[in-house]
């Protein structure tokens, strides 16, 4: 139960990255999550847009594993170690702040999951 909790935390979390990248990247609310500026939003929208799609297949893919039950366990495994690395990969690349909003809470779901 734990780890569907915390699996089912993860997928929140896209998708509200999945809003802030597909709908509100050009907005305050976006540009502040991101540190972007009007110009910069307005030039990477298209790309912002398309990244948040890509969050929202992670999302999607946990809650399938989350809906399948103790049966689901692989899939939210397979999909949390996703958002792990791609998390790893946007702390390196990006910034660390992605490590303690992704990859971090990712780790910990997964041991709920191996846990559970």
Known sequence: M???ILTGVIALIHIYILILEMFLWD????MKAFGTTPAFAEESKTLAA????Y??????GLIWG???G???DPIKIFFLLCVAVAGVF?????GRKILFVQTIPAVVALV?????
Do not use: R
């Open 112 to 116: 709920g999951v191996w846990l559970a």
């Open 55 to 60: 969050n929202g297949f992670l999302a999607a």
């Open 66 to 68: 989350i809906w399948l």
């Open 50 to 53: 398309n990244q948040g799609l």
């Open 2 to 4: 734990i780890g569907s």
């Open 27 to 30: 907005k305050p609310q976006g």
């Open 90 to 94: 946007g702390a390196v690349t990006v």
């Open 70 to 72: 103790e049966a689901g």
